[in-house]
């Protein structure tokens, strides 16, 4: 009996991405990756993946000798390359760059109910959802000028007035590869003191216009960005 | 048991490639300790689609391992042979409503296809029943269902995506008809883990031989399939075929081209094709069924797996049933 270079390689594979997955459980990560209706998806796959690699630990001895061969060896570093990018590269979230290559949410098939939206806090998914639907409009338009206040990031481009930005969000339904913008034009921010991709918690009065949500801004501040960057449906 | 005839045979090399794959893997890590990403928003934005895709991706490839392995050690091969006796005209509408009960997305339904063929199931029926599960597995339909609510075509979305899915992956398996196993299949390199069983190993280590084997193997085409789609998605804005949104045709087309490139999730898929107003039910539509079937992702799979002609034959089929029935609901419907 002697060890099996090619088992001991899968071992490998196997418990760095059950390692991933508890890493994700462990730092509370797994929103930058998967909406609430995935994120299952983490403990699951850590507790099956290291059921396998303690599986397969059992029996790495092979009655024969199984050498590894050049391509098993560079499959488990392609392998393992997605969990060493993860691992070294602090939390991030889309930013701008995103915002400006897809759909955006308000064109989606997401819409918010008028009964949702007749009474209680209004968020920005609530508002842009809205947007689609006769019924939802006529009920956020009978609360223009409510009170809201909204957390989202900064994005810009060189048309923007001074005082305006666009406060952006996504929304992800299973993980980010489907993220979709949700967004409102706020006016009366302090001139030129945001930055694109800044986040910032906007505090104002909303009022719905077109195809657009405007919030006229009565105080804008900094925020760390949420430990759920992404809103979910 | 034998998998599939004429295995390659292995190239046995020193433990070099191995130490240089680890050095590589630690230089890497070492690098990105300094790096930041947010300074080159393209490339953070790879990292995010590239890296979420896989964490999404892999458990499903890991669910599908783990019923193909099964399937391989507990499940007698007199069953599958005794399904191939069937006559195809009930063998592959069977097959497809199986997909029914398997609610996983593509990624997980290729080992599975893979390990019902090489046991005995007809790869034409095997074919079938990994195309359908993507579309017309319960979570996906429900999916459907909520991105399209409140919208007057909610119905003929969810039936047609449906009904289309069906008769694709059923058309799909009629192109196949009666080829063998080793026609269908490609061969692996000498599969050294599937011989643990054959040779009186455990059966508990045979198991865990085939669900690591085949996690391995489907794991690294993956990874080129989700580098792919997050380049494009980095790279190809979505406005890029909102030019083409009038044409009949040539939108429905623009739109399979966008699933391709997109590789999404056949259970959130719906809710970026709704997004897509300003194209018609037959466009968003077309998204809907061709993209759980043909993708970026899936493309580097399906020639992982099967044997040279047959990513081909997906494509085309798929495509003419996609197109041809898209555009009658498109006539019908207005």
């Known amino acids: 009996m002697s060890w099996s270079a090619r088992k001991v390689a899968n071992v490998l594979t196997l418990g760095a991405w059950a390692g991933l997955f508890w890493f994700l459980m462990a730092t509370d990560r797994t929103s930058y990756y998967l909406s609430s209706r995935t994120d299952w998806l983490v403990p699951v796959g850590a507790i099956v993946l290291s059921l396998a690699t303690i599986g397969r630990l059992l029996s790495l001895r092979s009655p024969h000798r199984e050498s590894l061969r050049r391509s098993d060896a560079w499959a488990v570093g392609l392998i393992v390359f997605p969990v060493v990018i993860v691992l070294a590269l602090p939390p991030a979230s889309l930013s701008s760059f995103a915002a400006s290559r897809r759909s955006s949410f308000s064109s989606a098939g997401f819409t918010t109910s008028a009964e949702d939206l007749a009474e209680g806090e209004l968020s920005l998914a609530d508002v842009a959802g809205a947007l689609r639907s006769q019924d939802a409009m006529e009920a956020l338009v009978d609360r223009a000028g409510s009170d809201v206040t909204f957390t989202g990031f900064v994005t810009r481009d060189s048309a923007t007035p001074a005082d305006e930005f666009v406060l952006t969000r996504f929304l992800i339904s299973c993980c980010v590869a489907d993220a979709l913008s949700v967004e409102a034009r706020v006016v009366g921010a302090p001139p030129g003191a945001f930055e694109n991709d800044e986040w910032v918690r906007v505090s104002g009065k909303f009022y719905p216009l077109g195809g657009e949500v405007i919030v006229d801004a009565a105080d804008v501040t900094k925020v760390a960005r949420p430990k759920r960057p992404y809103l979910n449906p | ?334």
Request: hydrophobic letters at 55%; charged letters at 10%.
């Open chain 2, 1 to 334: 048991m034998a998998d599939i005839a004429h295995p390659l045979p292995p190239r046995t090399v020193s433990r070099a490639p191995l130490y240089a794959v680890v050095g590589a893997l630690i230089a890497v890590a070492a690098l990105l300790q300094f790096a930041d990403p947010a300074r080159l928003p393209a490339a953070q934005n790879f990292v995010l689609v590239f890296s979420s895709l896989l964490i999404e991706a892999m458990p499903f490839i890991l669910l599908g391992a783990l019923v193909s392995a099964f399937i391989e050690v507990f499940v007698p091969a007199r069953m599958f042979e005794k399904l191939a006796l069937l006559p195809r005209p009930l063998q592959l509408p069977a097959s497809a409503m199986a997909g029914m009960a398997f609610p996983v997305c593509e990624c997980g339904s290729v080992p599975v296809a893979r390990r019902l063929a090489s046991k005995g199931l007809a790869p034409g029926a095997a074919v079938t029943f990994m195309l359908a599960a993507p579309i017309l597995n319960p979570i996906v339909l429900a999916s459907t269902w909520v991105a399209y609510r409140g919208r007057d075509i909610m119905w003929p979305m969810l039936l047609g995506r449906a009904g289309l899915g069906l008769l694709a992956a059923i058309a799909v398996g009629w192109v196949i008809g009666s080829r063998s196993k080793t026609e269908v299949l490609r061969a692996r390199p000498a599969d050294v883990e599937e011989h643990d069983h054959s040779h009186g190993g455990r059966r508990h280590a045979a198991f865990f031989g085939h669900l690591s084997g085949d996690f391995v193997f489907m794991g690294r085409y993956l990874v080129f399939g989700a580098a792919v789609a997050a380049a494009l998605q980095t790279f190809v804005p979505q406005s890029v075929i909102g030019s083409v949104a009038g044409a009949p045709v040539v939108s429905l087309l623009a739109m399979m081209g966008l699933a391709f490139l997109l590789s999404l999730c056949s259970e959130s898929d719906a809710f970026v094709a709704a997004s897509f107003v300003q194209f018609g039910v037959g466009a968003q539509l077309a998204f809907l069924v061709f993209g759980p079937m043909v993708d970026t992702k899936l493309g580097f799979l399906y020639t992982a797996t099967f044997s040279k002609g047959f990513f081909r034959t997906v494509v085309l089929t798929v495509a003419g049933v996609t197109l041809v029935g898209c555009l009658w609901i498109e006539v019908l419907i207005g």
